[in-house]
């Protein structure tokens, strides 16, 4: 009986629930003025930077650790660059760039709170987003089958993951905060909706965004 109710709850859940939040990258991109300088720090293969180039006219650099993926970024004409985000920060400028943007990496690196300084120093504006892990499906995969949960953004086998510091939206806007970075704008993302707001998003948003982007400003 028990077994079955938590079939019955799950399933509930699972109806409610998009597996999948779409248009990252335009998502980022409205938080970007035209005509900006910007640096995507693990930029992958390209996307949002080539976004960014043809739709907001960017003057647009990329760094990407993985150097297969550097190769295809470059044979589409894109500046970028290998490099590793725990070591290389520290080779550029203060102030360098517009714009400085860290998607769904910062929870994959050795020291979030050492990155999150350095994009503050080397960009007038930085823009992180990060996926959610108090969002309400984490929580209850934990609760009921005891495991680490497996989301569309969190996709990957503990034992397989890249992520080694996962965080909640609370606990980034409390490193904000203890960082004195002010948030100018969230944006929040669940079942392909998008809630926008003026600073730090409401509490409610830290059960059930499954991804927030934060444009972050010292």
């Given at each position: 009986m028990k077994s079955f109710l938590n079939i019955i709850i799950i399933s509930f859940f699972a109806i409610c629930i998009n597996a999948q939040a779409s248009g990252l990258p335009q998502n980022i991109a409205n938080l970007v003025e035209d005509n900006s300088k910007v640096i995507d720090i693990g930029c992958g293969n390209g996307e949002l930077l080539n976004f960014l180039s043809k739709n907001k006219n960017s003057k647009i650099q990329g760094l990407e650790i993985n150097q297969k993926k550097v190769n295809k970024c470059v044979s589409k004409g894109l500046s970028v660059i290998q490099g590793d985000a725990?070591?290389?920060?520290?080779?550029?400028?203060?102030?360098?760039?517009?714009?400085?943007?860290?998607?769904?990496?910062?929870?994959?690196?050795?020291?979030?709170?050492?990155?999150?300084?350095?994009?503050?120093?080397?960009?007038?504006?930085?823009?992180?987003s990060i996926p959610n892990f108090g969002f309400?499906?984490?929580?209850?995969?934990?609760?009921?089958?005891?495991?680490?949960?497996?989301?569309?953004?969190?996709?990957?086998?503990?034992?397989?993951?890249?992520?080694?510091?996962?965080?909640?939206?609370?606990?980034?806007?409390?490193l904000c905060d203890q960082l004195n970075l002010k948030i100018k704008q969230t944006v929040t993302i669940a079942s392909n909706k998008q809630k926008r707001f003026s600073g730090k998003p409401n509490k409610s948003e830290n059960i059930f965004a499954e991804e927030a982007i934060f444009l972050i400003q010292n």
């Open positions: 725990d070591k290389d920060l520290s080779l550029y400028p203060e102030k360098s760039f517009d714009y400085v943007i860290l998607s769904q990496t910062i929870q994959a690196t050795l020291e979030p709170k050492k990155i999150l300084t350095e994009l503050t120093r080397i960009g007038k504006r930085v823009i992180v309400w499906k984490v929580r209850l995969d934990l609760l009921i089958k005891g495991k680490m949960p497996i989301t569309s953004k969190l996709n990957s086998t503990w034992f397989e993951t890249e992520n080694i510091h996962l965080c909640t939206i609370s606990d980034f806007t409390d």
